[in-house]
């Protein structure tokens, strides 16, 4: 099992947001791919940095690939690096700085931050034609660039992660600041992430405002932690539980990564399994690859405690961390 190299800011450090940082956690564990939605302030982009924290050390092959792009983009570190990249482009990236080009077919964002983590903060802010090329690389781990006949394939295996405000206040669905919006206006910026890209979030999340005692309070950096609060460590160890699970069923890939096939062994859909997810489908028309997204996160929650069998609770688990929104006539949160 790859020791975990503590990248990075510690997650004690974000005070309150217990089931952010355990989504961060589930994110790590499989490879899922994390939306967090709230207000201004709660502590998105603050979460959505340590993530690399919660990562496995990369072994020496990705070590070697890393350290391939930074070569190939010239900016050769002078000795093989070991750490994962944390890539933050900003909102306004373009398409040749998201994907790769120009004239000498440089990497972009998405290939900068292979084998390690690609944060888009303020996801409806970034061109949509960009948002739009990072869904066919997301699948394949790889994006091809063209420019004047001449092609290039380079790697792109991230780990996605992404926050936004719900709407162009940011304060719709929380208290206690009330959202200014009106209905039109906040549909129009939900609207922004096309539905093919929010399908393949796999973890969704609304994080609200942390409260005065959560912010104010002993932190968790003992024994008495606040309410339950998990701690990094707590965090870690479910993460390593996830990694032996997976490893003694003979699992090469991360859950994320997992075939149909594979999820038919290792995450089947049990008749109360079906159930739930007809219920959800009625509600909602899951898509194909969401239905294959919740089986995957399901079995990453099993792996991280420590079952071998993954059940409808891990499945119903699965369904609340994916805040529902596609099928709506109004926009999500009340
Ligand atoms: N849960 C928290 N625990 C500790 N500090 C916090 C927390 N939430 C916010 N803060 C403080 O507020 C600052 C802003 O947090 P952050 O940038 O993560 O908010 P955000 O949700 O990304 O906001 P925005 O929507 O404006 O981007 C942090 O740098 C930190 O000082
Ligand atoms: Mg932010
Ligand atoms: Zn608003």
């Not at 996801?123 to 739009?132: A, G, H, I, S």
Request: hydrophobic share 35%; net charge positive.
């Amino acid at each position: 099992m790859p020791p975990h190299h503590l990248q990075g800011p510690s997650v004690d450090e974000v005070r309150g947001q217990a089931l952010a940082k355990f989504a961060l956690a589930v994110a790590a564990a499989g490879g899922h791919r994390l939306l967090l939605v709230g207000p201004p302030g709660s502590g998105k982009s603050m979460l959505a940095a340590r993530l690399p924290r919660l990562l496995p050390a990369p072994d020496l092959h990705q070590c070697i690939q890393m350290t391939n792009v930074l070569a190939s983009a010239k900016r050769w570190p002078g000795q093989i690096i070991n750490q994962r990249p944390f890539r933050a482009p900003h909102h306004t990236a373009s398409f040749a700085g998201m994907v790769g080009g120009g004239p000498t077919l440089a990497p972009g964002e998405i290939t900068l931050a292979h084998q390690g983590v690609l944060f888009l903060d303020e996801l409806p802010e970034f061109r949509r034609e960009v948002l739009e090329c990072l869904r066919q690389p997301l699948e394949t781990g790889a994006i091809t660039i063209s420019r004047a006949g001449r092609q290039a394939t380079l790697p792109a295996r991230v780990h996605l992660i992404a926050a936004m405000n719900p709407c162009p206040c940011g304060h719709f669905g929380s208290t206690p600041k009330r959202c200014r919006c009106s209905p039109h206006a906040i549909r129009r910026y939900q609207d922004r992430i096309s539905g093919p890209l929010l399908d393949r979030f796999d973890l969704r999340l609304q994080v609200n405002s942390p409260t005065l005692p959560d912010l104010l309070g002993p932190g968790n950096n003992d024994a008495s932690t606040v309410q339950g609060e998990p701690t990094e460590q707590a965090l870690l160890r479910g993460i390593e539980r996830s990694e032996a699970v997976r490893e003694q069923r003979g699992q090469k890939v991360r859950n994320v990564d997992l075939t149909s096939q594979a999820l038919d062994r290792w995450a089947p859909v049990g008749t109360k399994g079906l159930k739930l997810l007809q219920n959800a489908t009625g509600r909602s028309a899951l898509s194909g690859r969401s239905i294959q997204s919740l089986r995957r996160v399901a079995r990453t929650l099993a792996d991280m405690e420590g079952l071998d069998h993954c059940g409808p609770e891990h499945l119903a688990q699965a369904l609340s961390l994916r805040l529902d929104w596609a099928e709506q006539d109004r926009p999500v949160m009340p």
